[in-house]
Nanobody, 122 residues
Framework: QARLVESGGGLVQTGGSLRLSCIAS????????MGWFRQAPGKEREFVAT???????YYADSVKDRFIISRDNDKSTLYLQMNNLKPEDTAVYYC????????????????WGQGTQVTVSS
């Protein structure tokens, strides 16, 4: 099972931007679909975005047109560019490796990182 390490979170004002990274150890990064999820206090973990091994992209409606998911297979790294951030984007963000995509949604595997905190002030 790959080890996933997220980074790039922090405190930002409404309308600001952050770029999250998730570095994966282990082989065959390019053959896995990857996903970003988030969990706000008192809420369940929710899907944010996914990129398939073939670079198909899907987003949750709440982040569409603001967030961009991408990957660099040479660096075994997954990214999430977050623009026009809102207070409701405040959460711990997690990456996931090796899930499957069905009906434009990403069903996660058991392979999670430790998460990175994103806080958006109003």
């Amino acid at each position: 099972q790959a080890r996933l390490v997220e980074s790039g979170g922090g405190l930002v004002q409404t309308g600001g931007s952050l770029r999250l990274s998730c570095i994966a150890s282990g082989p065959s990064f390019s053959s896995y679909s990857m996903g970003w999820f988030r969990q706000a206090p008192g809420k369940e973990r929710e899907f944010v975005a996914t990129i398939s091994w073939g670079s198909l992209l899907y987003y949750a409606d709440s982040v569409k047109d603001r967030f961009i998911i991408s990957r660099d297979n040479d660096k075994s790294t997954l990214y999430l560019q977050m623009n026009n951030l809102k207070p409701e984007d405040t959460a711990v963000y997690y990456c996931n490796q090796g899930g499957r995509i069905e009906n434009r949604r990403y069903l996660p595997s058991d392979s999670w990182g430790q998460g990175t905190q994103v806080t958006v002030s109003s």
